[in-house]
């Protein structure tokens, strides 16, 4: 790619930013060399290892490549046997570390195990991740050893721990002998009591009149020579012991650095290769945190010259000001003219495109929308700007004519070429004219062109031209601020006379230039001005409807939630409400299964206590009747009761079926209303006494019609026996059919829920009409029916025995039931 381009778009700046974002200086070295590649399979590679990159970021957050640096003296030394000083080992260890935290990074977390990982699908990160050697042990060898850049450690060898004991010694001896000379005879001669060093000797400060008085080498003295620094005589041999001590300090030392570097060595391979993804990984990862920052996304290339920016933001101006736009070229135009007035923002946009295409080109994810599409273009030239050079003795029109002149050299259908203010910098009707003459020979070729122009003539050719279309930069007149939103399909004015009058400019100076505009130029301005106020009303109805459109949406949401609260609360009461009537059929049940077993005993204990047993009989019947009437409140018989009304003395006779709405029974007439209204209904073994107002008929023929009373009196109508009655459908007890009971029920050909729920009202009936023993038949089949017909017997406290049939009473194909 041409240098100029790089340098009008300022595609340094966003190199400058990339490098801010590496954690080392070789990463920052990749960036600072990363220019468009050239092909889309370098480019796709490149923007999958950003996207996967900054998906990492997303799920884990940063990772620092801090500890990676130039190690290429460091490996060349390696290479030829050489020793590492302390430093660059220590800066290896701080290496290796980071590359053992980088390793963690890139194979744990939510991506699974580190085997789920190798199973999967890899990313393109993850090779580079997965390359990485940590060499732990060598690290820790190191560290062990290398205590700081001027430390080594006393246990870093035998040998060393053995000299520094040596010189440790022999330093408390010196400094033991000089202390006995400082507090001893010598006291006098010194000029202070102190022992100091010079040049890595112990030495005494004796005053110049005494330098007789301590025997010794004088090492140095003070800047008035009253002060004379002297190694006693006495000490001399023990310094040098120290000093030779020291020496083989310094070769032990040297000797350790040789042998871990040696060690080192035998790792050179790996050590290359560390350095090299990790320089590789903190570049990828540089541009996955410069497309974080800039919240950028990654584009989708295409080899057919075809752009389509959504909400576009060129990524140098504050994302507070910044106003994100759309760009389209390519697809059913080759060519855009955008036009406008000054500091409108034409100059802007095509930088943003430019730019933009050159940040993808070279792997960045660009600041767009989503799915916003770039083009392979082989050469992005523009010409942009003040090209003027005194140096070279050109104009500001000679200058872009220049660069223009090369631009038309060079480029193809294959390049991208940006023109800012076509024509500009001379007579405006030549300028237009070569400006139009420069666009025709671009839209012919075929090349990708985006162009700036003030000119009249343009926005014409634009209009009169196919595969050319108008764009303009919108402006607000009243404000005298651009909008930086790009029209696609509308041409713009410039505003000069708006502008000027806005500024102060007086009318009069404004009306008279305006007469020296062509009547022509006048009625096209005029029409732009038509166009705009017809798209900003168009605008305006537009997010009105779109406002609207929302609110409608909001509405539908609002009531479609309603109306799903509202299910489920119905469905919440249902719910309740079948539980609660559950529970109170139950305990009805049970109240009548007590109550049949307490009739039942006074009924078989017979002789002299009938009377007793009668009352003891009354006394359980208004019981029931009590209980059950509070049950049939629960469950709303009332509501039923007033429904159907009041019957007639008139409408009775003996032997008619009536329903007792207040204990839920059905039965028949046993005696005819008396004055007050009381009468008595045989609802099986019992006969209750009643009010007339407390029952209702339940009229029906052979085939389940009502009747009328005449017909009832015609038919003498009594008990129709064995139909269904109403009652009986209804769930109620009908103890009067109880008399006349099989011994046997047939669940041949039900289910398993059907054949249980019969036979537990078959139970119910036989009970009450004092069977001690049934027999279920339910057939041998499968084994399921009769499975559940004993599941369900098993369960029944009064149930006493049950047992499978013998030969001759139906083998396994019926069940004998007792009863208690």
């Given amino acids: 790619m041409n240098e100029k381009v790089l340098r009008i778009t300022e595609y340094n700046r966003i190199i400058d930013q990339l490098m801010q974002c590496a954690t080392s200086e070789p990463g920052r070295a990749l960036c600072r060399e990363l220019v468009p590649l050239c092909t889309l399979s370098e480019i796709s590679r490149a923007q999958d290892e950003t996207e996967d990159a900054l998906s990492y970021i997303f799920r884990k957050g940063t990772v620092n490549f801090g500890g990676n640096r130039d190690f290429s003296s460091a490996f060349r030394a390696l290479t030829i046997g050489a020793s590492l000083s302390a430093p ?23 991506d699974g195990t580190e085997e789920e990982q190798r199973e999967g699908v890899r990313d393109t990160v993850f090779d580079l991740f997965d390359c990485l050697v940590p060499m732990t042990r060598l690290a820790s060898e190191i560290r062990r050893v290398v205590l700081s850049e001027e430390d080594i450690a006393d246990d870093a060898s035998p040998e060393l721990k053995r000299i520094r004991r040596g010189i440790l010694q022999a330093n408390e001896k010196i400094h033991s002998q000089l202390q006995r000379m400082v507090n001893g005879s010598a006291s006098v001669y010194l000029q202070d009591s102190i022992i100091t060093t010079r040049d890595g000797r112990y030495c005494l400060p004796v005053k110049a009149e005494n330098k007789s008085q301590v025997p010794g080498i004088v090492h140095d003295q003070s800047s008035t020579g009253s002060t004379l620094f002297i190694e006693p005589a006495a000490v001399v041999e023990q310094n040098n012991a120290i000093r030779a001590l020291e020496i083989e300090e310094t070769r032990e030392i040297e000797r350790i650095l040789a042998e871990l570097s040696a060690q080192a060595g035998e790792h050179l391979m790996e050590l290359r290769d560390n350095a090299k993804n990790m320089t590789a990984l903190d570049f990828i990862f540089a541009r996955a945190s410069l497309a974080a920052a800039q919240n950028a996304s990654r584009p989708v290339f295409n080899e057919e010259g075809r752009i389509a920016l959504r909400k576009a933001r060129h990524p140098l101006i504050d994302p507070k000001r910044v106003v994100p736009t759309d760009i389209a070229l390519g697809a059913d135009f080759s060519m855009v003219v955008i036009t406008g007035p000054n500091t409108g923002g034409k100059t802007v946009t095509l930088k943003t495109v430019g730019l933009l295409e050159l940040m993808g080109m070279a792997g960045l994810h660009i600041p767009a929308g989503d799915r916003s599409e770039l083009a392979l273009f082989r050469e992005v030239y523009a010409d942009i700007g003040d090209e003027q050079s005194i140096e070279q003795n050109l104009s500001t029109f ?30 405006p009707a030549e300028g237009a004219a070569l400006a139009i003459s420069i666009l025709n020979y671009m839209h012919v070729r075929g090349i990708r062109t985006l162009a700036t122009t003030h000119y009249s003539e343009l926005k014409v ?15 607000d007149v009243e404000t005298l601020q651009p909008t930086y939103h790009l029209i696609m399909g509308v041409a713009g004015k410039s505003n000069a006379f708006a502008i000027s009058s806005k500024l102060g400019l007086p009318k009069y100076i404004i009306e008279t230039a305006r007469e020296q505009l062509s009547q022509e130029t006048r009625n096209f301005e005029d029409l732009l001005g038509e166009l705009e106020d017809s798209r900003r009303s168009a605008e305006k109805l537009k997010d009105e409807a779109e406002e609207l459109r929302k609110q409608l949406e909001r509405r539908e949401k609002e009531i479609a939630n309603r109306e799903q609260l509202f299910e489920k609360r119905r469905e919440a009461l249902l719910q309740k409400a079948n539980e609660q009537a559950r529970d109170i059929l139950a305990e009805a049940k049970k109240e009548a299964d007590e109550a049949i077993s307490e009739l039942r005993r006074a009924s078989l204990s017979g002789g002299d206590g009938r009377h007793a047993d009668t009352a003891q009989m009354e006394r359980i019947r208004s019981s029931l009747r009590g209980k059950v009437s509070s049950r049939n409140e629960k469950l709303q018989y009332r509501a039923e009761k007033e429904r159907k009304g009041h019957v007639r003395a008139e409408e009775l006779v003996l032997g008619d079926r009536v329903r007792i709405l207040s204990m839920g029974l059905s039965g028949t007439v046993s005696s005819l209303p008396d004055k ?7 609802c099986g073994i019992i006969r209750t006494q009643t009010q ?63 054949a249980v729920m019969q036979l537990d009202k078959y139970l119910d009936d036989a009970r009450m009409s004092h069977l001690r023993s049934v027999r279920v038949v339910h057939g041998k089949g499968t084994g399921a029916l009769r499975g559940a ?29 007792t009863l208690d």
């Fill in 88 to 110: 660059e080992l220590l800066h290896l260890a701080a290496f290796l570390e980071n590359v053992a935290l980088v390793r963690a990074y890139g194979r744990t977390g939510t």
């Fill in 398 to 427: 000679s200058a872009h004519m220049t660069s223009i002149v090369d631009i038309l050299r060079r480029a193809d259908r294959a390049c991208l070429c940006l023109f800012d203010e076509l024509g500009a910098g001379t007579d």
């Fill in 461 to 475: 050719y634009a209009m009169r031209t196919e595969g050319v279309m108008n764009a303009s930069c919108e402006f």
């Fill in 676 to 682: 007050k209204g009381k009468l008595f209904v045989q």
């Fill in 692 to 754: 007339i107002d407390e029952i209702e008929l339940i009229p029906e023929d052979a085939a389940g019609h009502a009747l009328s009373g005449a017909e009832r009196r015609q038919r003498g109508f009594r008990n129709g026996g064995g139909q269904r009655t109403e009652s009986a459908s209804r769930g109620e007890m009908d103890l009067s059919r109880s008399s006349g009971i099989s011994a046997e029920i047939n669940l041949l050909g039900m289910t398993t829920d059907e």
């Fill in 789 to 817: 017909v004993q599941n369900y017997l098993r369960r029944q406290k009064w149930v006493k025995a049950y047992r499978l049939g013998d030969f001759g009473e139906g083998d396994a194909g019926v069940t004998i039931v």
